[in-house]
């Protein structure tokens, strides 16, 4: 007895891909950043994640039982957005507002656009942009690492400064404004780097950030245009900024490790669903996340600028991509 | 020369070779089954109308179906035997199309053997003008064996408004499984180099190249030896090419081996080439020299699902059904039939369909073999990751043809070149989120042809 025969358009064969594999290459990509965030933050890291990534799937599995669509949980989506979003928030953050954000990245800005590959911006960024809106203080207090001894410089500003501490980029900000010397946010570097510091849950560590872009680069989940341009651009308009005022302009190292750089430009720019297609948009597009992000640190009122500068671009992202269209391989046909 | 062994295209896949089922199997000639199915289409071009009525008996070799049109070929009987019916038959690719039904004559009913053993060093195309190999060229019937069947003819003859002064064999066989081109090159070597001096001497081309992908090392050492012995090292050069897939597209071919590229939309006379499978040369040479019409071809049978994989010298007409039974049956777990590679074959449903002058294999699936084909993993939306940007060998945008397509914006799938598409499937075979852009290109122009139809 034969089996059913089936017929369908050519190839009959397909790589060993799913769109699952390329999410969960993304969550392991992330696993050097979480560990690095349980080191600083401890139990404020695990809060945070699990509540962030258990409301961004709960809010999907409720979207697509109103929507009578099939359950899309499994494609890990979801669990990538809930990771990311809970990455970009301080460790002090309450966990309603966690559970706020999720529930804003998920429905307002994945599932109403039309659920995965029709949202036009990436959904972690639009909840933090929401939540820096709507909770502005808790979104910028910034807690000491469990790791970080007195040495570290505390802002004199900051009042309960036990329990708050400056970030390298607010000291930038301060030396721009000449109320602090460049030279002490420079101090900060190799902090920044290894990620003993005050920041974001998942950004601060960019060594951790870095061995998981690579993770990425090499199983070729990214491509490594955009983190490329994204780091290259920033780099130059810091290097330039820095060369003509070095007192005032913190060094271009600590504006790459420093603040959401690198989860930028590894996790965040790449979302390939709000980033252009073509190779040429992802460079032009990559350049405008750096330079924006640059424009915001330096000329801007904020101290950091990924998140806008990210939505930003990816509001362009469709237009980049009509811009730079692919021209095929024989040439434009003659008409 | 440059650099020979890793020249190839930019894009492309590389998918699993599969190629060891069947490798080291000799070419076996097979009986003709009681009854062939001759289509009268089995080219590109005008097809053929039949010249032959019901009842009448016919003999190997005698042509059953012409069309007076440039561009096209007649289609001769490759047994003896009494024409059943005229009717409409299954047709791989295009569905159904009016065929010639031969009974075979029982008495009759010997394999037919290659003629592979009547060529060798010495022999020698100059006995033959370019206008007598145009001649048997199209009395034979040949066309381009390895898919697209366009009448060789065409090619091959010099054509004052597009002079060509390069040849190139195209020897890849770039699709996972498929080994008759490989096994020709290896068993038939005399006769492959026979076909290429004599198609180089009708085209008038000085320039000529062999392309072989480097994972027929055997392949590309026997022609080099051979084409040694006929003294003819430096006009013929075998080249080997990266393997990867689409290295046998006749454009990514000539990008390959010669670093030019065809404009798109252009054909390669145009740029002074013209690209021959080497299961054509082997045909050539046969018709030329023999006067023997193109009714034979080698096959792959291939696949983890059937007894006995094999290269198989077939009558053209014989149905899926007859050559899966000579190779001892489809195993329990077939899923799906294809003529054709596994890459750009068709899946049919109905095992009567007959082999065609194209079909260079037949694949036989399994589910586990087909990848879990597309259709059993998850489906997801597109998250635009750009891979089939990537594997794209004509440097399209598949994704957005395709979703153009979709919402049958014919306008916008044009902005993106989708005329420009050669179908190889490279898109669909890396997209993670299982979706099958080369059907939905496919489809886009078909409606596209239908669309210019009607307003025609």
């Known amino acids: ?335 | 020369m440059k650099l020979l062994s890793k020249m190839t295209f930019k894009g492309g896949v590389h998918p699993l070779e599969n190629k060891q089922f069947t490798e080291s199997r000799a070419i076996e000639a097979v009986a003709p089954p009681k009854q062939i199915v001759l289509p009268l289409c089995q080219h590109i071009g005008v097809p053929c109308k039949p010249v032959v009525n019901k009842k009448d008996s016919v003999t190997a070799g005698q042509v059953i179906g012409r069309a007076d049109a440039f561009i096209s070929a007649p289609i001769h009987s490759p047994v003896n035997g009494i024409v059943k019916d005229i009717a409409l038959a299954p047709h791989p690719v295009i569905g159904r199309t009016l065929g010639v039904y031969i009974d075979t004559d029982p008495q009759s009913n010997a394999p037919r053997q290659p003629a592979a053993n009547r060529f060798d060093a010495a022999f020698d195309p100059q006995a033959y003008t370019p206008e007598q190999i145009c001649t048997a060229v199209q009395e034979g019937g040949l066309v381009g064996m390895g898919g697209a069947g366009f009448p060789t003819r065409v090619k091959i003859e010099a054509n004052p408004a597009m002079p060509k002064d390069t040849l190139i064999i195209n020897g890849c066989e770039c699709e996972p499984f498929i080994t008759c081109d490989y096994r020709l090159m290896l068993e038939w070597t005399w006769q492959v180099i026979a076909g290429i001096r004599l198609a180089a001497r009708a085209a008038k081309c000085t320039k000529i190249f062999i392309g072989i992908e480097d994972n027929k090392p055997q392949a590309i050492q026997a022609l080099r030896q051979g084409l040694s012995q006929c003294r003819l090292s430096e006009e013929i050069r075998v080249v080997s090419l990266k393997t990867k897939y689409p290295q046998g597209g006749e454009r990514q071919l000539i990008r390959s081996v010669l670093g030019r590229q065809v404009p798109t939309g252009g054909i390669p006379p145009q740029i002074g080439l013209c690209v021959l499978n080497t299961a054509t040369c082997a045909a050539l040479a046969e018709a030329v020299v023999f006067g023997q019409p193109l009714t034979h071809r080698v096959v792959t049978v291939s696949g983890c699902a059937i007894a006995r994989p094999g290269n198989y010298y077939v009558p053209i007409g014989m149905s899926v059904r007859d050559l899966i039974e000579h190779c001892g049956g489809l195993t329990e777990s077939a899923a799906r039939v294809v003529l054709g590679g596994p890459m750009m074959g068709f899946s049919i449903a109905d095992l009567s369909t007959p082999l065609t002058k194209t079909s260079g294999a037949l694949t036989l699936l399994t589910i586990e073999t087909s990848c879990c084909a597309k259709y059993n993993k998850q489906r997801t939306a597109c998250i635009r990751c750009g891979r089939c940007l990537e594997a794209c060998p004509e440097g399209l945008n598949p994704t957005k043809i395709a979703h153009a397509v979709k919402h049958f914006r014919m306008d916008r799938a044009d902005e993106y070149f989708m005329s420009a598409c050669i179908e190889c499937g490279s898109c669909s075979y890396v997209c993670p989120a299982q979706i099958d852009l080369a059907g939905y290109i496919k489809t886009g122009k078909l409606l596209k042809a239908r669309e210019k139809r009607r307003l025609a």
């Open chain 1, 1 to 335: 007895m034969l089996n059913k025969i089936t017929v369908s358009p050519a190839p009959h064969i397909s790589a060993n891909l799913t769109t699952r594999r390329v999410m969960l290459d993304v969550i392991i990509g992330l696993l050097p950043s979480m560990a690095a965030a349980l080191i600083f933050f401890r139990f404020r890291a695990a809060l945070i994640l699990l509540t962030c990534v258990g409301a961004c799937l709960l809010s999907e599995w409720i979207c697509d039982r109103i929507r009578k669509k099939p359950q899309t949980l499994d494609d890990l989506s979801a669990v990538v957005t809930g990771l990311i979003l809970g990455m970009s928030l301080p460790p002090a953050i309450p966990v309603f507002v966690a559970v706020i954000g999720s529930v804003f990245a998920i429905v307002i800005v994945k599932m109403l656009f039309g659920g995965l590959g029709s949202n036009v911006f990436n959904p972690a960024m639009a909840a933090r942009a929401f939540l820096t809106a709507t909770f502005g203080v808790a979104m910028t207090t910034w807690t000491v690492p469990a790791t970080t001894d007195s040495a570290m410089p505390i802002l004199s500003a900051a009042s309960p400064a036990a329990i708050t501490q400056a970030t390298p980029l607010a000291w930038s900000k301060m030396a721009q404004k000449k109320e602090a010397k460049a030279q002490e946010a420079n101090s900060m570097t190799v902090n920044a780097f290894w990620g003993n510091r005050g920041g974001c849950l998942g950004e601060t560590s960019a060594a951790a950030l870095i061995i998981g872009g690579v993770y990425l680069l090499i199983r070729k989940t990214i491509s490594w245009h955009i983190p490329a341009s994204v780091l290259l651009s920033a780099g130059a308009v810091s290097l330039a900024a820095w060369l003509l005022r070095p007192e005032q302009y913190a060094s271009p190292l600590l504006h790459l490790f420093g603040g959401g750089m690198m989860i930028g430009a590894f996790f965040i720019a790449t979302d390939p669903v709000t980033a252009p297609l073509t190779v040429k948009g992802r460079w032009l597009f990559g350049i405008g996340v750096g330079g924006l992000i640059m424009l915001i640190r330096l000329v801007g009122e904020y101290p950091e600028g990924v998140m806008y500068a990210v939505l930003i671009m990816n509001a362009l992202s469709p237009l980049i991509d009509r811009f730079c269209k692919r021209i095929p391989a024989g040439g434009l046909p003659n008409v």
